[in-house]
Nanobody, 127 residues
Framework: QVQLVESGGGSVQSGGSLRLSCAVS????????MGWFRQASGKEREGVAL???????IYADSVKGRFSISQDNDADTLYLQMNSLKPEDTALYYC?????????????????????WGQGTQVTVSS
């Protein structure tokens, strides 16, 4: 059974930093996609960043140069370091995962690709 549990959200002023964590368990070996998504009030869920175990790290244009995705050596914890936060970064942040055979299609920042989701952690940035 796959489980994803986020932590690390909170409130911060514009220009501040936060680090989100996501504890991951139960993924099968093979190609693994792990990503961060966010959903602001009244808006659709959007991709923020992903790590592809067999490909490049991908960032949404809106966070390039400010956010950094990483994972620990055991790949059981996913992180999102968020710097230079802006009020428009305010959202509920989710981690998500997909795993499959090594020949699976490359990872994408698409909500529809990910069958496993955490419960979300709120990030609020005030001006």
């Amino acid at each position: 059974q796959v489980q994803l549990v986020e932590s690390g959200g909170g409130s911060v002023q514009s220009g501040g930093s936060l680090r989100l964590s996501c504890a991951v368990s139960g993924l099968i070996n093979g190609r693994i996609c792990m990503g961060w998504f966010r959903q602001a009030s009244g808006k659709e869920r959007e991709g923020v960043a992903l790590i592809d175990s067999l490909g490049p790290t991908i960032y949404a244009d809106s966070v390039k140069g400010r956010f950094s995705i990483s994972q620990d050596n055991d790949a059981d914890t996913l992180y999102l370091q968020m710097n230079s936060l802006k009020p428009e970064d305010t959202a509920l942040y989710y981690c998500a995962a997909e795993s499959g055979p090594y020949h699976m299609m490359p990872c994408r920042l698409s909500v529809l690709r990910y069958p496993y989701w955490g419960q979300g952690t709120q990030v609020t940035v005030s001006s």
